[in-house]
């Protein structure tokens, strides 16, 4: 029998496992989810991490909600994922949805009118030995044919078909999804998965979903990639096929928080102001330790601001040794400012002067607890803020 729990990002909760799900928890998700046996015989805290998303465990499903609540979630993921075109569908789902099952639902529903309109297809050059000639005669080939063997002609021509990449990157990612817990679901999933079972089995990373382009003909394509991309990403199949056991599905909150903020603003500044998102930079002369500064604000080609987006929620009130790491930033890349971005402030709450005065460390932040129109509605003054304190 399958046990159902629900958790929310960061949350500790006091509940009773399976001696084989503890173990499976702790095998395979020991970076994301703190495990802790309590003081009564089969009991354990659980504490979720930065993540958000399902965990599927021998016996156990664990449902981890975060806590700007789905609608922002998605949001963010629909600016991450290119989705645009998608995003009031994502947002105003319900609040009760789990978020790997409605991402499958959607995923099926563009699927299913793919199918009813016909898959792509394009000519894609083949070799093969045939009886009869069709297209070109490989000369290379058939010049290689044993004296005395059965007489075939080896033909090089092209075969219109759907087996592309464009259509074979969805066939692994419905090879990345299991059973949903919804019957009704689980039965359109593998219908998903028929119409793509003659495409040759290829393996995908998300990253991979970049080469693609989009005309007029496979247009209908984007947004089905798009999804095929985040699921890929919450499947950790960066690395490999099933990287996180089958079945389970996490975003990583500090990642996506990360990528809506750099990902807006590179949409948004104006000319000739420009952001790259986390270039790797020394700190040292002889570069050995290395920097990994979040957003790299510059006009023209001169660096003008650094900021690092910190996931928590403590009111822009940076620690110590954030506010460390920021100065280290300053120095090493020869800007005055540098900004810690929160998710839970809406403009400036800490503004430093460094006793020498070369630099200056700020916290701000766009509050994702507020309704998501709002939180994309603040990012218009936050990068309003960014640019004062840039053009110093």
Known sequence: ?????????????????????????????????????TTRPGRYELKAKAIAGTI???????????????????GMLSHVHHLAKLRPELVHQAEDEDLRDLLVLILVQHLEALVRGGLRRGY?????????????????????????????????????????????????????????????????????KAAFARLTPRRFRPSDLDQFTYDRLNAHYEVIHGICRLILQARGAEDGPGALPMGSFLVNMNTLFQEFVAIWLDRNLPGPWR??????????RQGQIKILPDLLLYHDRELRLVADTKYKLCRGKASSE?????????????VRSAVLLFPDIDGRHLHLVVADGANELLTDGVDLAWPWA??????QPLMTRLLELAKG
Do not use: W
């Open 124 to 192: 894609v050059e083949d070799e093969a030995r045939l009886p009869v000639l069709r297209g070109r005669l490989a000369l290379d080939q058939q010049l290689r044919t044993m004296p005395g063997g059965t007489l075939t002609i080896a033909c090089r021509y092209e075969d219109y078909t759907a087996d592309l990449p464009l259509n074979q990157v969805i066939g692994y990612t419905l090879s990345q999804i299991e059973g949903t817990g919804s019957p009704q679901l689980d039965q359109r999933v593998r219908r998903s």
């Open 322 to 334: 954030d506010l460390y790491q920021a100065l280290a930033y300053c120095r090493a890349l020869r």
């Open 1 to 37: 029998m399958i046990q159902t729990l629900a958790l929310r990002e960061h949350e500790a909760r006091e509940v009773a496992l399976r001696e084989h799900d503890v173990s499976f928890l702790q095998e395979h998700f020991r970076h994301v989810i703190v495990v802790r046996p």
């Open 56 to 74: 599927v465990g021998p016996s156990l499903e664990l449902r981890i909600r975060p806590k700007c609540g789905l609608r922002n979630l998605f």
């Open 374 to 379: 709002e939180v994309e509605a603040g990012m």
């Open 275 to 284: 952001v790259r998102a986390q270039g790797s930079h020394s700190l040292d």
